[in-house]
């Protein structure tokens, strides 16, 4: 099974600045296909899974630019350019590169300083 | 509008079965590959079981292989989760999720427990 690993676990960050969640996979992510199938996930308090991104760096329908993703191979970023207060909750990589299983990493709490 | 509406959770006893439902709308279904996706309480997420468009085509995450069957029925828009020999660690919020983990429906708790 591919590992994913998220870091920071838990990520303080002040209202119009930027913040940076890192996700690493215990091998490459690059499909056979040639694509890399690496979403990221927002989970907002009380509230279902939303995917804000597919294949490393595409933005879901309605999510805000300032998310974006990045990354290549084993090393795959999230940023969000400047936080707002809706921006509060739980964001989660997954890979769907070498299935079954899918796998999520662990999970980064972000929350207002 | 896409919706995927969970039905079926509750309290369990160990050893139990229980059947989850999830009814989808607003996009055609035949076409979508399907997944049911848990979370514990206070915990991370966890891929369960996944199954093809047509419904040729099932997969199990080890933890529940053997226990848990995954089908589809097309004709009536609607994914079920068939779910033997409950564990207490398989108490969770049961997600369905279609197009590629984009699509998510609220979830339903399943509680396994004396």
């Known amino acids: 099974d591919v590992v994913m690993t998220q870091s920071p676990l838990s990520l303080p960050v002040t209202l119009g600045q930027p913040a940076s969640i890192s996700c690493r996979s215990g091998q490459s992510l690059v499909h056979t296909d040639g694509n890399t199938y690496l979403s990221w996930f927002q989970q907002r308090p009380g509230q279902s899974p939303r995917r804000l991104i597919y294949k490393v760096s595409n933005r879901d329908s309605g999510v805000p630019d300032r998310f974006s993703g990045s990354g290549s191979g084993t090393d795959f970023t999230l940023k969000i350019s400047r936080v707002e207060a809706e921006d509060v909750g739980v964001y989660y990589c997954m890979q769907g590169s070498h299935w079954p299983p899918k796998t999520f990493g662990q999970g980064t709490k972000v929350d207002i300083k | 509008e896409v919706q995927l509406l969970e039905s079926g959770g509750d309290l369990v006893q160990p050893g139990g079965s229980l059947r989850l439902s999830c009814a989808a709308s607003g996009f055609t279904f035949s076409n979508n590959g399907m997944s049911w996706v848990r979370q514990a309480p206070g915990k991370g997420l966890e891929w369960v079981s996944s199954?093809?468009?047509?419904?040729?085509?099932?997969y199990y995450a080890d933890s529940v292989k053997g226990r848990f069957t995954i089908s589809r029925d097309n004709s009536k828009n609607r994914l079920y989760l068939q779910m033997n020999s409950l564990r207490a660690e398989d108490t969770a919020v049961y997600y369905c999720?279609?197009?590629?983990?984009?699509?998510w429906g609220q979830g339903t708790l399943v509680t396994v427990s004396s």
């Open positions: 999720t279609g197009g590629a983990e984009y699509w």
């Open positions: 199954i093809t468009g047509s419904g040729d085509g099932t």
